[in-house]
């Protein structure tokens, strides 16, 4: 059955159109930091500091004290975002989809759990689509709440200037197109490209891909 067709599509950030490691991260922090990869990914992860930046309640620079003080080290500044935030890679197969959706003219915008070295690192130009296809961004960092929770749906909605019911979203994990559809979006759970595509054309858009 054909859905209404959007007047909006929101994508996720990680998994959707950027493929992602943690596992990366505390490799690499474990590299700089003298520490054991299993170390530093419990400082990063089960002590949900990783979580606690992305919802922007800890700052960069509380990120790295805390950081320090829990692990008794004090790399550079810099370096320890540097090592946590390189991890991340194009997913090409979405980039051509999202590509063809923007030269037909449809509005594109993220919504995205990110931290600020993350977002720094993925939209400074290292990956050219992040900036030039998806001019609205909804991060929680900066909205300071983090899906599935209902406010960054609700802001998202804000930003992007259209009622929720016109709003399309795809994300990789299904609570949060659950918080989506909640919020009264039309969401679905990123499983690939090919039913991605088939999606969009079920809700009638048109576009050559």
């Not at 054909?2 to 929101?10: D, I, W």
């Not at 609205?136 to 599935?148: N, T, V, Y």
Request: net charge negative; aromatic share 12%.
């Amino acid at each position: 059955m054909s859905q209404a067709t959007p007047e909006f599509l929101y994508f996720d950030l990680g998994n959707v159109l950027l493929t992602f490691d943690h596992r990366l991260a505390s490799q690499q922090v474990a590299e700089l930091t003298g520490l054991t990869p299993e170390r530093a990914w419990d400082l990063l992860f089960t002590s949900h500091l990783q979580a606690r930046y992305e919802d922007g309640s800890v700052s960069s620079r509380e990120f790295y004290d805390e950081f320090c003080a829990a692990a008794q080290v004090r790399p550079d500044y810099d370096a320890l975002h540097l090592a946590n935030a390189a991890i991340f890679q194009l997913n090409i197969p979405v980039v051509s989809l999202v590509s063809h959706l923007h030269s037909a003219g449809y509005r594109l915008g993220i919504l995205s759990n990110t931290c600020e070295s993350h977002w720094g690192y993925v939209s400074d130009g290292r990956f050219k689509i992040i900036r030039e296809l998806f001019p609205i961004q909804a991060l929680s960092h900066i909205e300071r709440c983090s899906k599935p929770n209902a406010g960054i749906y609700q802001r998202a909605a804000e930003l992007a200037g259209v009622v929720p019911e016109r709003i399309f979203f795809v994300d990789d994990r299904q609570e949060n197109v659950d918080g989506a559809l909640r919020a009264g979006w039309d969401a679905i759970l990123f499983e690939g490209t090919v039913s991605l595509g088939d999606a969009l054309r079920q809700r009638g858009l048109t576009f050559n891909y």
